[in-house]
């Protein structure tokens, strides 16, 4: 049976994390965030960053939580739509594997819209091989939801590029000396429209 400091642990994060999706999925994200907190009985999260979706909805993202993950059998027991959930929530995790771990399972089918801006979050991230992960999966692909969600949030997406060349400058400059060839460039640039000209807009087609 669970504590009082146990429940009010649950009640708060799955109060937080209703905030991080569409309203119509309320029932389904209280349910994942139920099993993970009695599976683990651990979490924590930091600032979030605010999305506008194309119904008009805001969701808000943590920038990071610290959650272990459930084990095997947690994911075979839901649902399509909470097994995207929970791979938005893990893709929040402090652990950068397991961050690459379900960003590489967002992406093997089509993302729903709501999902889109986890997967644009991780791209102003320092780890590079989740940039290349997320080029991979959907440079061939029609691009264009992602383009939507980066001109409907084109301030953050401003703030992000830049955040993605500072990492490039701290970390990457000695193995890719010319920005124009890293990889957070090529996504920026291909996958979600943003030129020189998109200081100004995002390239839709």
């Known amino acids: 049976m669970l504590n009082f400091f146990q429940r009010r642990s649950i009640r708060s994060f ?3 994390m209703t905030r991080a999706f569409p309203l119509c999925l309320r029932n389904d994200v209280e349910q994942i ?5 009695i599976v683990n009985n651990r979490f924590h999260y930091d600032d979030s960053t605010k999305w506008l979706l194309s119904s008009g909805e805001i969701i808000a993202i943590p920038y990071r939580i610290v959650l272990k993950e459930p084990n095997n059998s947690f994911e ?6 909470q097994k995207n959930i929970y791979h938005c ?3 929040r995790n402090s652990d950068g594997y397991i961050r690459e771990k379900h960003i590489k399972a967002l992406l093997e089918k089509e993302p729903p819209e709501w999902a889109i801006p986890y997967i644009i979050k991780i791209c102003d991230e320092y780890v590079v091989e989740i940039l290349q992960t997320v080029y991979d999966a959907i440079n061939q692909r029609d691009c ?3 383009r939507e969600i980066c001109s409907l949030n084109f ?3 401003k703030r992000a590029h830049t955040r993605m060349i500072s990492y490039w400058n701290e970390y990457y400059r000695w193995d890719c000396y010319r920005y124009k060839d890293y990889i957070g460039k090529k996504l920026y640039r291909d996958c979600f429209g943003y030129t020189k000209t998109g ?5 839709l087609d």
């Open 33 to 37: 965030c139920k099993k993970i907190i």
């Open 144 to 146: 264009r939801k992602y």
């Open 89 to 91: 929530i893990m893709s």
């Open 155 to 157: 301030d953050y997406i």
């Open 76 to 81: 075979s027991s839901l649902t399509q739509t």
């Open 199 to 203: 200081q100004k807009e995002i390239k």
């Open 14 to 16: 799955t109060e937080r």
